[in-house]
């Protein structure tokens, strides 16, 4: 009895998943079954152990110690662009912007998680594709400035 109840709730979670790629939605009966395993879950409790697991996820990976770099990203990119020391961030000014971020993450998270996702995988293809960019830009100022000299 347990393995079909686990079937069925893999087969309507699999539904879901495929529902909202293509557009549709699920049937009534499949709404009042996971309707009815709610009621269940919030009678026992475990729904709210669920709840709380995932809020200590989310205070986490939004925790201003994990932020504090990837706020810091832009004045990093500068100060390796430019080289001006003013793009050099104190450790005061990198823990304020984390506490501010972590505060907007943790919000927006809870608010529209589709694009929290969207924006961190952004931030972290930026992260990964920023470095790349500037040792490119740098290897084609020199070929120039090379060429100038011959």
Not at 90 to 112: C, Q
Request: charge should be negative; proline fraction near 2%; include cysteine.
């Amino acid at each position: 009895m347990a393995e079909e109840t686990e079937h069925s709730e893999v087969e309507a979670n699999w539904k879901d998943i495929v529902g909202g790629i293509t557009g549709k939605t699920r049937s009534s009966s499949a709404k009042r079954n996971k309707r009815a395993k709610k009621n269940a879950e919030e009678e026992s409790g475990e729904g709210e152990e669920e709840t709380g697991d995932l809020q200590e996820k989310i205070n986490a990976t939004f925790s201003p110690t994990n932020l504090r770099e990837l706020v810091s990203m832009p004045a990093n990119i500068m100060l390796s662009t430019t080289g001006h020391q003013h793009w050099l961030l104190s450790s005061e000014e990198k823990d304020v912007m984390a506490e501010g971020a972590s505060s907007v993450a943790k919000t927006f998270i809870r608010t529209d998680p589709k694009w929290a996702t969207l924006c961190i995988a952004l931030l972290n293809i930026g992260m990964v594709y920023g470095y790349r960019i500037k040792k490119e830009y740098d290897l084609r100022r020199e070929e120039v400035s090379e060429e100038v000299k011959s």
